[in-house]
């Protein structure tokens, strides 16, 4: 069973930084998909980075500000957001898939719980 556990979160002011982990345990398979995704109040969960195959991506919204990464050594993926905009703020997934990745949230089968970003102006 994939268990995918969030923690970082927290309120930060604007240009501020904050590095999220994600705890992964239950994965056997290295050819998962990672990503984080955050959800804004009254908005669609939008995706922001992935990894796999060795691969990272992240979208045009975060680039030069957000960073994924992973420690396989504890199985843990990360997220370093760096320069923090109020737009950043919301709560923020870790998700994982076997069929490779999307941006979609839809196509992602196992989520954390969560962790939540607060960026004040």
């Known amino acids: 069973q994939v268990q995918l556990v969030e923690s970082g979160g927290g309120s930060v002011q604007t240009g501020g930084s904050l590095r999220l982990s994600c705890a992964v345990s239950g994965v056997t398979d290295k050819t998962y998909c990672f990503a984080w995704f955050r959800q804004a109040p009254g908005k669609e969960r939008e995706g922001v980075a992935q990894t796999h195959a060795n691969r990272r991506f992240v979208d045009d919204s975060v680039r030069f500000r957000f960073t994924i990464s992973e420690d396989k050594a504890s199985n843990t993926l990360f997220l370093q957001m760096n320069n923090l905009k109020p737009e950043d703020a919301g709560m923020y997934y870790c998700?994982?898939?076997?069929?490779?990745?999307?941006?979609?949230?839809?196509?992602?089968?196992?989520w954390g719980q969560g962790t939540q970003v607060t960026v004040s102006s």
């Open positions: 998700a994982a898939d076997l069929n490779g990745c999307s941006w979609k949230a839809s196509d992602f089968a196992y």
